[in-house]
């Protein structure tokens, strides 16, 4: 009987920084300042934050994560489509950038204009190797999650990302949490499609 049960975390809206953007935005030569480490290996929130800038109004206080990645990427809410003054955002998976919005992100000494960049992430579950043998999945597959209680429901299009470097866990959004009236520690049921 495959295992079935996983941590969910929620993620507010946060941004992946490049080497080059790191250094427009915070100056030549700067590293970025770990906060605390996340569950995955090697993530961290950072101290630094920024703001970015839609066409029609900007989010300020959006949280560096580290290390630093190849390409700069933000990850908003659903929620903060609009408020931006986007018409919509694509759902995607982190690193397909690929006909993304373009935005502005700007920091303590100076602005950077990306053109494209920005997306709302897909809900995911990482695996590493072991976990994945476990509840039965492969890298990309899809499946649901159920999550019980007041306002449970069953949240379909997850995909299973297995890797090496991975540690089991969950990811929903801060929109999808409040919608489900769960915070990061709940779990959830994995159910085959």
């Known amino acids: 009987m495959p295992e079935t049960n996983v941590l969910i975390n929620l993620s507010n809206r ?3 920084l490049s080497k080059e953007d790191v250094e427009i935005l915070f100056g ?21 934050c920024v703001t970015i800038h839609g066409p029609k109004s900007s989010i300020a206080n959006i949280r560096v994560l580290g290390p630093e990645r190849k390409e700069t990427q933000c990850e908003i809410l659903a929620s903060d489509v ?3 003054g986007f ?16 935005f502005v992100i700007e920091g303590p000494k100076g602005k950077v204009t990306k053109q494209k960049g920005l997306i709302v992430a897909k809900r995911h579950i990482h695996f590493d190797p072991e ?8 890298d990309k597959e899809i499946v649901n999650i159920k999550i019980s209680g007041e306002r449970g429901a069953i949240l379909m299009n ?10 089991l866990e969950c990811h929903l959004d801060f929109d999808e949490g409040n919608a489900l009236g769960i915070t990061s520690g709940a779990f959830g049921e994995v159910l085959k499609v």
Not at 87 to 102: H, K, W, Y
Not at 131 to 138: H, L
């Open 14 to 16: 946060h941004i992946h």
């Open 87 to 102: 018409t919509s955002v694509p759902v995607r998976e982190s690193g397909q950038l690929d006909d993304t919005p373009g």
């Open 158 to 167: 997850v995909v299973c990302r297995v890797n090496p470097a991975f540690a």
């Open 82 to 84: 609009f408020k931006l």
């Open 131 to 138: 976990s994945a043998k476990r509840f039965g999945v492969s």
């Open 28 to 48: 030549s030569g700067y590293s970025l300042k770990k906060t605390k480490d996340l569950l995955q290996p090697g993530q961290f929130a950072c101290e630094e």
